[in-house]
């Protein structure tokens, strides 16, 4: 079950995921969305292996465990054609999502021919951005209108920080810590503040 489940699934969605987002969604793009998470563009060395690299790589491990497949076996048993195909089926169940919501939302997007619905089906929704409206300018900012038509919700990062705050008492209080060793000892030490 393990040589179905774990690798060759996990091989596809992971070039899946490169393909997707260096070449579809666009390396440029992806670069400008960590360089507004980071608060600087990734390093050349970074851009090269997400783009190239790893991509190149992870296609020459598909490649090469479809080409090297052969049926399982347990020393001299070899499993049944229904059971190796049960495991096939298993192995693309994680897999057959992909392609059948992508077909799905083509045949749901609007366009008159089928280069149009692919190209609106890989449009963004409205509200789509950084959650933190101080992050939403430049490409990220909603065209035509304020962020708050959409519904978007504005919260603290930490709003119980602010409460803790407000409740500390503003004089010093002294703590003594007891450290309790793994051979039973026990010692008292006082925080130096």
């Given at each position: 079950?393990?040589?179905?489940?774990?690798?060759?699934?996990?091989?596809?969605?992971s070039?899946?995921?490169?393909?997707?987002?260096m070449?579809?969604?666009?390396?440029?793009?992806?670069?400008?969305?960590?360089q507004?998470?980071l608060?600087?563009?990734?390093?050349?060395?970074?851009?090269?292996?997400w783009?190239f690299v790893?991509?190149s790589?992870?296609?020459?491990i598909?490649?090469?465990?479809?080409v090297?497949?052969k049926?399982?076996s347990?020393n001299?048993?070899?499993?049944?054609?229904?059971?190796?195909?049960?495991?096939?089926?298993?192995?693309l169940?994680?897999?057959?999502?992909?392609?059948?919501?992508a077909?799905?939302?083509i045949c749901?997007?609007?366009g008159?021919?089928f280069?149009?619905?692919?190209?609106n089906?890989?449009?963004?929704?409205?509200?789509?951005?950084?959650?933190?409206?101080?992050?939403?300018?430049?490409?990220?900012?909603?065209?035509?209108?304020?962020?708050?038509?959409f519904n978007l919700?504005?919260q603290?990062?930490?709003?119980d920080k602010?409460?803790?705050?407000?409740?500390?008492?503003?004089?010093?209080i002294?703590?003594?810590f007891?450290?309790?060793?793994s051979?039973?000892?026990?010692?008292t030490?006082?925080?130096?503040?």
């Amino acid at each position: 079950m393990d040589n179905y489940a774990a690798s060759f699934s996990l091989v596809v969605i992971s070039c899946i995921m490169c393909i997707a987002i260096m070449y579809i969604y666009g390396h440029d793009k992806y670069f400008q969305d960590v360089q507004m998470m980071l608060g600087f563009p990734p390093p050349m060395f970074f851009q090269i292996c997400w783009r190239f690299v790893s991509p190149s790589i992870i296609f020459f491990i598909l490649v090469f465990t479809v080409v090297q497949y052969k049926p399982i076996s347990y020393n001299d048993y070899v499993y049944p054609s229904w059971a190796i195909t049960l495991g096939i089926l298993m192995a693309l169940s994680s897999v057959i999502c992909i392609p059948v919501y992508a077909i799905w939302k083509i045949c749901m997007s609007e366009g008159s021919t089928f280069w149009e619905r692919v190209k609106n089906a890989n449009k963004p929704s409205k509200d789509w951005g950084p959650s933190l409206l101080e992050h939403r300018t430049d490409r990220y900012a909603t065209v035509g209108s304020p962020s708050y038509e959409f519904n978007l919700e504005i919260q603290q990062l930490n709003p119980d920080k602010e409460r803790e705050k407000e409740q500390l008492p503003t004089e010093n209080i002294e703590h003594n810590f007891t450290i309790q060793g793994s051979n039973g000892s026990a010692r008292t030490q006082e925080p130096n503040v």
